[in-house]
């Protein structure tokens, strides 16, 4: 899972350009909007879609469980190892 939880982190900092951050700078437990790393919708939408691509997932856009799943990295690697491991 922490390799997985890394692997987010370093996908957040490539697809959102986040130049001046390093994996280590993110927290995994910590709220990816707000007062956490500060993420607004559109960087959202951006994460989701680049989530779809690399790792073959959905996502539905309005639903409380993909926000749920958004809330911090740990959330989304969880969410990631669940529907992979549904598929199997």
Request: proline share 1%.
């Amino acid at each position: 899972m922490q390799q997985l939880e890394e692997e987010i982190k370093q996908l957040i900092i490539d697809v959102l350009q986040l130049e001046d951050m390093q994996a280590s700078d993110i927290a995994t437990d910590a709220p990816l909007f707000g007062d956490g790393l500060g993420l607004d919708s559109i960087d959202a939408l951006e994460l989701g879609v680049a989530l779809q691509k690399r790792y073959g997932i959905t996502l539905s856009a309005n639903s409380e469980e993909t926000r749920a799943h958004f809330r911090s990295v740990a959330t989304l690697a969880a969410m990631l190892t669940a529907q992979q491991e549904a598929r199997q």
